[in-house]
């Protein structure tokens, strides 16, 4: 499985929470497959989808579900220390990990070689985390909604991308319907 | 009452009640006041462009955020001031202090001080300079303006500022 089906699969999982989409394609995918008030959708500043998960669980009592990457998480490294110590039970951290930088034609990344980002996360001091075949990614996410203690999900998916249009939303209508969705 | 306490209580009397912080030797007295106080969600951030996400997280789930950085941060936060901050319009007050300013011991910091206010100019960030003890007095008009227009805005605190408490 590529990430796009992850997405399509996750989907109906994850639709009735607030869920930060990552910059490029994951973003793009979200709003093809299941656009919702609830998706704030980043159009640039890659690396702070956990950073901007973290920061909406910590506000409100909501469930957040940030879907990362493995490059983004790579690209900021230090948020996995910050999670660790900042534990948000309604926090989920979703790293679609396809060994990857999909969106920039998928040059390899460091997670598709030696590096594990399951046991970096673990070593920062995260105390739920699930390393899992994409296959698994819908039920492990459930488990970790019913679990209610913050969870960092490792989805292990296969690199590619399909065609999607780029996202034109204003990026203040994004902001303003998903803010009015956690105040509502 | 201590420079530190008047920001905090600032901060606090404009609902400020998340604050990410990345320290600097001049700034330790208000983020040491940040983390005593108990109204106030302190989460230190391992690099300031990570605490800019964590605002912009926080802000969006209901409450009123801050920064308190170096301006060596500012180098570091370009990116995300004007994809993130700026282009989704959120309000963030930034607490910096200005080093490299006079009475800086430290030559490599004058390096980052002369292109602090450049910097932030061409990025249209409205920009307040603390260098006499009495400037502290316009910091909640300040906040209040920050949360006005949803913008990012810098408060830069130079080592006159903090020796003149």
């Known amino acids: 499985m590529i990430r796009s089906e992850v997405l399509r699969e996750i989907a109906p999982v994850i639709r009735d929470h607030l869920v930060i989409c990552n910059?490029?394609?994951?973003?793009q995918e979200m709003h093809l497959i299941d656009d919702q008030p609830s998706n704030?959708?980043?159009?640039?500043?890659m690396g702070l989808s956990?950073?901007?998960?973290?920061?909406?669980?910590?506000?409100q009592d909501k469930k957040v579900i940030a879907i990362d990457g493995d490059g983004s998480v790579l690209t900021n490294f230090g948020t996995l220390p910050t999670i660790a110590n900042n534990a948000a039970d309604n926090f989920i951290l979703l790293i679609v990990d396809n060994g990857s930088y999909g969106s920039t034609g998928d040059q390899p990344t460091y997670a598709g070689k030696k590096t594990s980002l399951a046991k970096v996360a673990e070593a920062c001091g995260c105390e739920n985390v699930v390393e899992c075949q994409a296959e698994e990614t819908?039920?492990?996410i459930k488990d970790a909604l019913a679990s209610n203690k913050m969870t960092v999900i490792v989805c292990k998916c296969e690199s590619g991308n399909v065609k999607v249009p780029v996202i034109t939303m204003d990026p203040v209508v994004i902001r303003d319907r998903f803010m009015r969705t956690i105040q509502g | 009452m201590s420079v530190n306490q008047r920001i905090v209580d600032d901060f606090k009397k404009n609902d400020i009640s998340f604050v990410t912080t990345v320290p600097c030797k001049q700034l330790a007295g208000v983020i040491d006041a940040i983390e005593e106080?108990?109204?106030?969600?302190?989460?230190?951030?391992?690099?300031?462009?990570?605490?800019?996400?964590?605002?912009?997280?926080?802000?969006?789930?209901?409450?009123?955020?801050?920064?308190?950085?170096?301006?060596?941060?500012?180098?570091?936060?370009?990116?995300?001031?004007?994809?993130?901050?700026?282009?989704?319009?959120?309000?963030?007050?930034?607490?910096?202090?200005?080093?490299?300013?006079?009475?800086?011991?430290?030559?490599?910091?004058?390096?980052?001080a002369v292109h602090t206010k450049a910097l932030l100019a061409q990025l249209n960030i409205p920009t307040y300079h603390f260098h006499k003890e009495a400037d502290a007095e316009e910091l909640d008009a300040i906040l209040k303006h920050t949360f006005m227009c949803n913008k990012p805005v810098a408060i830069l605190t130079d080592a006159s500022f903090w020796n003149g408490y």
């Open chain 1, 138 to 140: 819908g039920q492990v």
């Open chain 1, 50 to 59: 956990s950073s901007i998960g973290l920061g909406v669980a910590l506000a």
């Open chain 1, 23 to 27: 910059i490029g394609l994951p973003s």
């Open chain 2, 37 to 112: 106080d108990e109204s106030i969600y302190h989460i230190p951030a391992n690099k300031e462009d990570e605490g800019m996400g964590l605002c912009a997280g926080a802000w969006m789930g209901g409450k009123r955020p801050a920064i308190i950085m170096q301006n060596t941060a500012i180098g570091v936060t370009i990116n995300t001031l004007v994809t993130l901050t700026q282009y989704y319009r959120m309000p963030l007050p930034m607490l910096i202090s200005y080093r490299g300013e006079l009475g800086e011991p430290v030559a490599c910091q004058v390096e980052m």
């Open chain 1, 40 to 45: 704030f959708y980043m159009l640039g500043t």
